[in-house]
């Protein structure tokens, strides 16, 4: 694939014309189009998504959260999966964490079937409280080294000083989480994570529930992290934005059930990139293969009400909407 590469998704019959126009709409992105049909999965990606379904299985139903995704990750990769509230990022996400089985399909992390959770794969959350608050942070940061016996005490406490120095917290190794701030207690959770050096750090809207500022500070950080450690990175966002800056590749999923859409490189974007207007057209036609009739003009108030987003100033990332037409009927519902 070109270095400028969109990946569509595999479409079933009904939805062929639809795949006809987003092939149009990448063209038009100056984009090269993959062929959907080739199955993720070559021999150099670290972690494989092949086919992967999920479903929850409750008395009443069963809600099928994703449906035959498949993708790769490669080492040093920052793979966004980027789509609307409950189209499945995160259960996707748990299941590359190895706490949910697919229902069909399988994950392979190094050609190894993903079974159970490992010190291998390590999630950093959303919420504030997932330090437990009677440890300090240089505590919280050494807890899991101990607990899963993978370097001893002496290592555990070279790395948790390491790393809480790379998050700037040195000054703050012996207080409680509850005497830190939000953005204070994501950068323990991330220095956690990064003193495993798990083969990959999947990290579940880690910024979301920060003010603006913040959120923009902590994808500096965790950007120049990146360019220190080189880690391999899953990052779940629904904000269009944070996946441009964040990123280097996006998976885009349709919205509930979610199925890969595209894949996109977004290696080009940074945080200088916010506001110009490849940025802004990028995200643009980003949003129109997310929720958009193909080719269609801009639905009133989406793709519009995006852009005035994207510009400086509205720094709280691209909340995606609810689109006001939905892309064709999806083939198969399960229950929702
Ligand atoms: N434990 C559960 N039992 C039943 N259904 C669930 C469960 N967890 C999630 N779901 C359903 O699975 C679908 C996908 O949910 P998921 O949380 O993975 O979406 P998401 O894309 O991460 O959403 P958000 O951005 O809002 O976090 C949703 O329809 C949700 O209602």
New binding site residues.
């Given amino acids: 694939m070109s270095e400028h590469t969109i990946r569509l998704g595999p479409f079933s019959p009904p939805l062929q014309s639809e795949r006809a126009a987003l092939e149009d709409e990448a063209q038009a992105l100056d984009l090269a189009v993959a062929n959907a049909d080739v199955p993720a999965g070559s021999s150099a990606a670290l972690l494989q998504v092949q086919g992967v379904s999920i479903d929850?299985r409750?008395r009443e139903r069963v809600?099928r959260?994703t449906h035959r995704v498949g993708f790769d990750v490669h080492a040093g990769d920052r793979f966004v999966l980027l789509?609307?509230?409950?189209?499945?990022?995160?259960?996707?996400l748990k299941s590359i964490a190895g706490f949910i089985a697919p229902s069909e399909g399988q994950i392979l992390l190094d050609g190894r079937a993903v079974t159970r959770p490992g010190p291998d794969r390590v999630v950093v959350f959303q919420e504030f409280d997932q330090l437990p608050p009677w440890k300090t942070v240089r505590d919280n940061v050494m807890f899991p080294l101990l607990a899963s016996r993978s370097v001893g005490r002496q290592e555990a406490a070279d790395r948790a000083a390491l790393y809480i120095d790379k998050v700037g917290l040195s000054k703050f190794a012996d207080v409680h989480p509850h005497q830190l701030s939000g953005g204070m207690k994501q950068r323990v959770a991330i220095a956690r994570a990064l003193a495993m050096q798990p083969q990959v750090l999947l990290m579940d809207?880690p910024f979301a529930a920060l003010d603006a500022l913040t959120r923009r500070r902590m994808q500096e950080e965790l950007l120049s992290l990146w360019d220190e450690f080189r880690f391999t990175l899953i990052f779940?966002t629904?904000s269009i934005e944070e996946a441009l800056v964040v990123g280097n590749r996006i998976a885009i999923l349709s919205p509930?059930?979610?199925r890969l859409r595209a894949e996109v490189n977004s290696h080009q974007f940074g945080l200088n990139s916010l506001g110009g207007a490849d940025f802004q057209a990028t995200a643009q036609r980003i949003h129109r293969l997310l929720f958009d009739e193909p080719g269609a003009a801009a639905v009133p108030g989406s793709v519009q009400a995006d852009a005035e987003a994207l510009t400086p100033g509205r720094q709280g990332g691209v909340p995606l909407v609810t689109p006001k037409r939905p892309v064709g009927a999806l083939p198969f519902q399960i229950s929702?």
Avoid: D, I, N
Avoid at 84 to 92: Q, Y
């Fill in positions: 929850y409750t809600v959260a789509g609307a509230s409950g189209c499945g990022k995160s259960t996707l809207e779940v629904h509930h059930p979610g929702v």
